[in-house]
């Protein structure tokens, strides 16, 4: 059986066209020179997609990799990364839009496995950089689908490498910009209060951590932080350390002022393995107010310095889970305090 003209590039069907080219590529094509086109059967559709896709997954990891070396967590990891690889999928795979866009959210998930897999990236880091990069990879998605429309109409001979180098350089660029003008963070502080019940005596005696609440976590906690195993040392003057152990790391505070019923503060001496890639703890405080005579309002503070930018798009997240395990504690410390002596 005879087949069809198909072309060479795309193998799409050529016949019936006016024109010599091909109108989902734009190759150039001769009726009249089989040497410009092809009658062979058409292959498993998986070409069309899948050489574009491996090629999108595996660039985009060595990308993420090579940024994050050469300038830490900005602009260009953040966002300019995930619009270069959504391009590339936009771009370099010639399906329904639809597929496109199912195509990238999957590469965006398995270069974010990968990098956890890796420990390149933290449980918290790869959760919200996951979430995150959604916007990016669909806006870049979208661009290479209307880039690839308009070169494909074009006598420009360089469309199918050009495009494609360009939108790997851009966010190698635009990392090595972030290094030249590279500042450290400055410390920022979060505060949660809680209004308890009981005398400032009781609730002062119900002080405790993270580690040595007994309530289940927030599924938050529970996702973005390691389980705590055990905590020792103690608290009771100023230089007494407690070391709070994990399932992978650990934190040890430090006792820096301690005012009986009215203030204990800390600063954190050791962060092994503990969201390492996105903040430096470096303390925080309990102060006690009596607002009546048998009720206490607590302020929790948790101070840190910040590893991930830009501060627009990381900081409110970092907000969420610093107040949700704020809340944790504090209502840890409210059950106790409130409870029978």
């Known amino acids: 059986m005879n087949q069809p003209p198909r072309c060479l590039t795309c193998e799409y069907v050529l016949i019936g066209l006016e024109r010599g080219r091909c109108p989902e590529c734009g190759r150039e094509f001769d ?20 050489p574009g896709f491996v090629a999108a997954v595996i660039i985009g990891f060595l990308l993420y990799v090579i940024l994050l070396q050469v300038a830490g967590w900005g602009v260009a990891v953040t966002l300019v990364a995930p619009f270069s690889i959504g391009a590339l999928i936009g771009y370099g795979c010639p399906v329904r839009t639809f597929a496109r866009v199912l195509l990238t959210l999957i590469a965006g998930i398995a270069i974010v496995t990968a990098l956890f897999s890796l420990s390149i990236v933290g449980i918290f880091c790869g959760l919200v950089l996951a979430g995150v990069a959604v916007g990016p990879l669909l806006i870049g998605t979208l661009c290479g689908v209307m880039l690839r429309e308009v070169l494909k109409h074009s006598n420009w001979e360089q469309r199918w490498h050009l495009p494609v180098l360009a939108l790997l350089l851009a966010p190698v660029l635009c990392g090595f910009i972030e290094r030249a003008m590279w500042r450290p963070r400055a410390v920022e502080s979060v505060v949660t209060s809680l209004e308890i019940r009981a005398p400032v005596g009781r609730t002062w005696d119900a002080v405790m951590f993270y580690e040595e609440v007994r309530r289940r976590p927030p599924w938050l906690l529970r996702l973005g932080l390691p389980r705590p195993l055990y905590t020792r040392g103690s608290v009771e003057q100023v230089g007494d350390r407690k070391a709070c152990v994990y399932t992978k790391g650990r934190l040890t505070k430090e006792v820096t002022e301690r005012v009986l019923n009215e203030r204990l503060m800390f600063t ?58 704020h809340r944790h504690v504090l209502e840890g410390m409210r059950l106790k305090a409130e409870g029978p002596p």
């Open 31 to 50: 009726c009249h020179d089989p040497k410009t086109y092809t009658t062979k059967p058409l292959f498993v559709r998986w070409k069309f997609w899948l």
């Open 268 to 325: 954190v001496v050791e962060q092994d393995r503990i969201e390492n890639h996105s903040v430096r703890l470096t303390g925080g405080s309990f102060v006690f107010t009596r607002s009546a005579p048998d009720v206490t309002t607590v302020e929790l503070t948790t101070s840190y310095q910040p590893k991930l930018g830009p501060r627009w798009v990381w900081r409110p997240f970092e907000w969420l889970a610093v107040h949700t395990l």
